[in-house]
């Protein structure tokens, strides 16, 4: 397991914010490789009207991204670890930016390793599980989870996409929200600042013929030779099912970061008037 970092004290989390979360209209969205984009989220945060600000480390290893005046930070997924960080520099620069959105109040969601790069900047450790998690695998909810406003959306138990070989243990003051019968932490949430999900709701049927494309061998040697067919029936099962959970715990999660929608403008002939300030 990496060795935590200290969690620093002015970091303990709280069920409120100190103040209103600011409106979500910008956020910051960290990615690592071309194939682990954001998915779905994409559609949705544009459907929301909501700006997005790329830092890609693919692209440019030596960024040293700001949060700036952005509302929210999204760490994606990637098949590095988070104890290569000698081998991987930007690892240590996202461990220090996520540390800075939330000294600055700022919301975080980490998805597969952007969810153990938040759990390790609040102090846990990370590492190998005991089992590779490829595929459709049933996530059940914790009684926390059930009554969470974001992750109760997902249902009590369901199958949910996986491709990670490690894991995380719960930072200090976390709230466990649910767990597999491979991967024990799953999910947990930060306060109201952050929550971390080892598990992809963020995909759709291109996106897994991408990831079995690019990891094919690695998803053979895990599952067999027939790996591929096998996912890729499965896929055309539950990806449907999956996907509108996606919608409703990602729509759930932007409303709790801080997403309103904006006051409809009044049309009268040729002139757009907006809302009276009030």
């Not at 990496?2 to 004290?9: D, G, H, K, V």
């Not at 929301?48 to 997924?77: Q, T």
Request: aromatic share 6%; proline share 8%; net charge neutral.
């Amino acid at each position: 397991m990496t060795e935590p970092a200290r969690l620093p004290a002015t970091l303990l989390p709280s069920s409120e914010p100190r103040g209103e979360l600011r409106p979500l209209r910008k956020v910051l969205v960290v990615q690592h490789v071309p194939f682990e984009p954001l998915g779905t989220l994409d559609r949705l945060l544009r459907a929301h009207k909501i700006r997005i600000r790329y830092v890609n480390f693919a692209r440019v290893p030596d960024a040293v991204p700001d949060i700036g005046d952005c509302d929210a930070l999204i760490v994606l997924g990637g098949p590095m670890n988070v104890d290569e960080q000698q081998r991987h520099p930007h690892l240590h620069t996202e461990l220090r930016l996520i540390e800075q959105a939330l000294r600055q109040q700022v919301p975080v969601l980490g998805i597969c390793l952007g969810a153990q790069l938040l759990a390790h900047a609040l102090g846990a450790a990370v590492g190998r599980n005991p089992q590779q998690e490829l595929g459709w695998h049933r996530v059940r909810l914790t009684p926390a989870g059930l009554v969470d406003p974001v992750l109760r959306h997902l249902g009590a138990d369901s199958a949910i996409f996986h491709w990670h070989g490690d894991t995380f243990a719960l930072p200090h003051a976390a709230q466990h929200l649910a767990e597999s019968d491979l991967c024990a932490h799953q999910a947990f949430r930060w306060g109201r600042l952050a929550y971390g999900l080892q598990f992809h709701l963020e995909v759709d049927p291109p996106l897994v013929e991408r990831w079995m494309r690019v990891h094919r061998h690695e998803l053979e040697l895990c599952l067999g030779p027939d790996a591929v067919a096998t996912l890729r029936l499965q896929t055309a099962h539950e990806i449907e099912a999956a996907m509108a959970r996606g919608a409703a715990l990602f729509n759930a999660l932007l409303e709790e970061f801080g997403w309103r929608a904006r006051p409809k403008a009044l049309q009268f002939g040729h002139r757009t008037t907006g809302p009276i300030p009030r």
